[in-house]
């Protein structure tokens, strides 16, 4: 049986990081907000199976590492730890549970109507919402935002299983450190995700169809990565083509074609499949809508995010761009702004990027390959956290900060972490970019003694040749 529900001005579809702030900046600004969520909890991909827990246990496994093997250099014996799977996910299920509840909380606090339930588009201002009892309620919405967010593309011939043949939602969730973990895909999540079961004791190998990891990323910083991760432990097999995944009666069997065209066979006990996300529509009634898609599935969308139907709008994962939390909050608050006439904008030069691994890496603006490629003229700086004495009292001196800028103007055009802190450092120059600022504003800027971001300091003097602890 179908109910018809009040009208809201604005109804935001999906409870993930970009629907849930979009939700908040709309109900602070006076609209009569309601925001509709499948999963039993709020916070999406993101706060339950994504960004959050997967933080949780690269520290946990970060602090086991450390007291196996990296003490005794300060003088510290601890003997050999031990592990107990169950506590270390029991705890990354508490916070995640914390910061879920939480935006509930924030809902309460601003007056968002939480809709629990899975939505569909009807038309421009209506959405059906289906509660999980069955029952289906018809809401009325001046306007109405698509922020459904993404899920792990899985691969034709090796289907998700939830067991041994798995996502990102199921690696989070191991209930006991796999013998041998292959993943396939050497992306932001696969190198996460094998970096947590590798520091608890399991052999990695990553087999990537491209010639080196991180695809995209500046490819300096891609080979002092592939080296770190490799003295690590990490086994890859790059330029390599999976062909065929198999379950046998003691794990899985990864066959497939290496760089130079040997047979490649592998086996393990569990393979993650970590090849990209996809924009999650699936039930949504967008395209039966009329709302029009790009060739990868992604809702198209004007500058103000608006879709090709009137009052329908979009951001986040579902539309083009890095499918990057920070970027849907971004983009939810810039469109609900621009529907109540605020001139907001999101500045794409400025959003960074981070892989948690360790060392992390994190990078903002381009790499070198992007601007030669564009035929930018610029000059580059960087230095080594080999030479900083803050990183050598950590013990941490793998990596360097790269800064790039107009070599004309001077202006920051890219800036690259990689190195203790670096999801925090990178912070700096997106201010910096944001202000539209020089390599020469990042270099005169007082930095305080000893600090890691004086590496930012050093190598943004590097791009004018007058480092002085280079």
């Known amino acids: 049986m179908t109910t018809s529900s009040s009208s809201f001005d604005l109804v935001v579809i999906g409870g993930g990081p970009g629907g849930y702030v979009a939700a908040i900046r709309a109900a602070q600004l006076g609209m009569n907000t309601a925001c509709v969520e499948k999963s039993p909890s709020l916070g999406g991909t993101c706060l339950n199976v994504g960004c959050i827990p997967s933080k949780a246990l690269l520290e946990t496994s970060h602090l086991y590492h450390t007291v196996a093997h990296g003490l005794d250099t300060h003088g510290i014996k601890a003997g050999s ?8 996910l029991a705890r990354k299920d508490r916070i995640v549970g914390e910061l879920t509840r939480g935006v509930g909380v924030l809902f309460k606090k601003n007056k968002v109507t ?32 698509i922020a459904t967010g993404s899920e792990p593309t899985p691969l034709p011939f090796a289907p998700f299983d939830g067991e041994r043949i798995v996502g990102s939602t199921e690696a989070l969730s191991f209930s006991q450190v796999p013998r041998h973990l292959i993943v396939i895909g050497a992306g932001v999540i696969g190198l996460e995700l094998g970096s947590v079961w590798l520091r608890l004791g399991a052999k990695v190998t990553v087999v990537e169809m491209l010639p080196s990891l991180l695809a995209g990323v500046d490819a300096g910083m891609a080979r002092l990565a592939q080296r770190a991760f490799t003295k690590q432990g990490f086994t890859f097999h790059l330029g390599a083509k999976v062909e065929k995944v198999e379950k046998t009666a003691q794990g899985v069997v990864v066959r497939g074609t290496g760089a130079k065209g040997e047979t490649l066979e592998l086996e393990g006990d569990r393979v993650l499949v970590a090849v990209g996300r996809r924009p999650y529509t699936a039930g949504l009634g967008a395209q039966e809508a009329g709302v029009a898609l790009d060739p990868r599935g992604r809702i198209v969308v004007d500058e103000n995010f608006q879709t090709n139907l009137p009052g329908v709008f979009a951001v986040g994962d579902v539309i083009a761009g890095p499918m990057l939390a920070h970027k849907a909050m971004e983009e939810g608050v810039a469109a ?32 070198e390959e992007t601007l030669k490629a564009a035929g930018v003229a610029y000059k580059a700086g960087s230095y080594p956290f080999m030479a900083n004495g803050r990183a050598k009292t950590m013990e941490s001196t793998e990596g360097q900060v790269k800064v790039l800028a107009d070599a004309q103007t001077d202006r920051l055009l890219g800036v690259l972490v990689m190195g203790p802190g670096a999801s925090e450092l990178i912070a700096e120059a997106v201010v910096a970019m944001e202000f539209e600022g020089s390599a020469e504003d990042l270099a005169l800027a007082c930095h305080a003694h000893p600090t890691l971001s004086e590496a930012m300091k050093e190598a943004a003097l590097g791009v004018a040749g007058r480092a002085v602890h280079a």
């Open 81 to 88: 730890p031990s592990l107990d799977v169950a506590q270390m």
């Open 114 to 145: 939480h809709l629990p339930g899975a939505a569909r588009l009807v038309k421009p201002g209506e959405v059906e919402v289906t509660a999980a009892d069955g029952g289906k309620t018809i809401v009325g919405a001046k306007r109405i935002l």
């Open 336 to 367: 609900v702004e621009r529907m109540a006439g605020h001139a907001s904008r999101v500045n794409y030069e400025a959003i960074p990027s981070v892989v948690y691994t360790h060392p992390e890496i994190a990078w903002v603006g381009r790499g």
